[in-house]
């Protein structure tokens, strides 16, 4: 099972990265794929999320900036950050849960630096 984060990076205050993460090696059926986001010394926070129907969900912080999105066919999500600004610096990580109780995977993280 991987999951390949990708993406990030060092940005000025108002630009834009997407993130993508690419899976594989996984057999269940996905429930969620999200990123989620952790700044050092606290909690890993929910981005945005998006089910298996495509409904999204996301953070108010990140509402109307950040856009979430899957593409099937490639077994790939991204998050397309626009506007960004120094409180959106932190670790990014994408998330898989499965429809199996308790299963779901975490890639392995890619920093995102916003400068002022």
């Known amino acids: 099972v991987q999951l390949q984060a990708s993406g990030g990076g060092l940005v000025q205050a108002g630009g834009s990265l997407r993130l993508s993460c690419a899976v594989s090696g996984i057999t269940f059926p996905m429930k969620t794929t999200g990123w989620f986001r952790q700044i050092p010394g606290k909690q890993r926070e929910l981005v945005a999320i998006?089910?298996?129907?495509?409904?999204?969900n996301y953070t108010d912080s990140v509402k109307g900036r950040f856009t979430i999105s899957r593409e099937s066919a490639k077994n790939t999500m991204y998050l397309q950050m626009n506007s960004l600004k120094p409180e959106d610096t932190a670790v990014y990580y994408c998330n898989y849960q499965t429809k199996a109780v308790g299963v779901n995977y975490w890639g392995q993280g890619t920093l995102v630096t916003v400068s002022s």
């Open positions: 998006i089910t298996s129907d495509g409904t999204t």
